[in-house]
């Protein structure tokens, strides 16, 4: 597996997205893992017909490849950060408990991504394009704002993101919008289409 996303400190949200995606693209246990814990030793007994924890010395070859995605979850982990942050997480003995601990201090525990929703919402709502601005400077600054709402769970339909963009654009622009809602099926139209439209 080739190494993933270096660890950014002062772009995390940026980081998170890649390295998620990362993983997901190489193995979808492994994401699995380190964002519900731990594969365990358990498997049926035929003659209970219930979940057993089975000893090491009796797991056969197809429960040892299950858990030792379990090492390769947190190995992926430890080769996308520094060495200052390994320090800090190395004691976790989950991928699940080391990632949860990456999210705690870069990204805050659940009060502070509540508020760090609230004013990125708050930003969306009020989002508004001056007549100076261009089409792709706009649309620049309100990406951002719902790429980082999406990588907090948090995020609006593509069709009220469509809406809200349109909404936001300054008067003189009332004429291609009126075209835009006439021509376009809303609801199906991409954001990055619409701005391939508007600025051509």
Known sequence: MQRPPLFERDGFIYWKNRFETYVKSKDLD?????T???????????????????????????????????????????NALPRKEYERIFMCETAKDIWNSLLVSHQ???????????LLVQQYEQFTISEEESIDNAF????????????LDESFSSKNCVRKFLRALHPKWRVKVTAIEESKNLTNLPLD???????S
Do not use: C
Request: overall charge negative.
């Open 30 to 34: 492994l994401w699995h893992i380190i």
């Open 140 to 151: 620049a600054k309100f990406n951002t704002i719902i790429t980082s709402l999406k990588v």
């Open 108 to 118: 805050g525990n659940n009060q502070v991504r509540d508020n760090k929703i609230d």
């Open 36 to 78: 519900n814990g731990d594969f365990l030793p358990f498997q049926n007994n035929p003659e209970t017909k219930k979940d057993e924890i089975v000893p090491f010395d009796k797991q056969n070859n197809d429960l040892k490849r299950e858990l030792s995605k379990n090492n390769e979850a947190k190995m992926v982990i430890y």
């Open 193 to 199: 289409e619409l701005i391939g439209i508007e600025s």
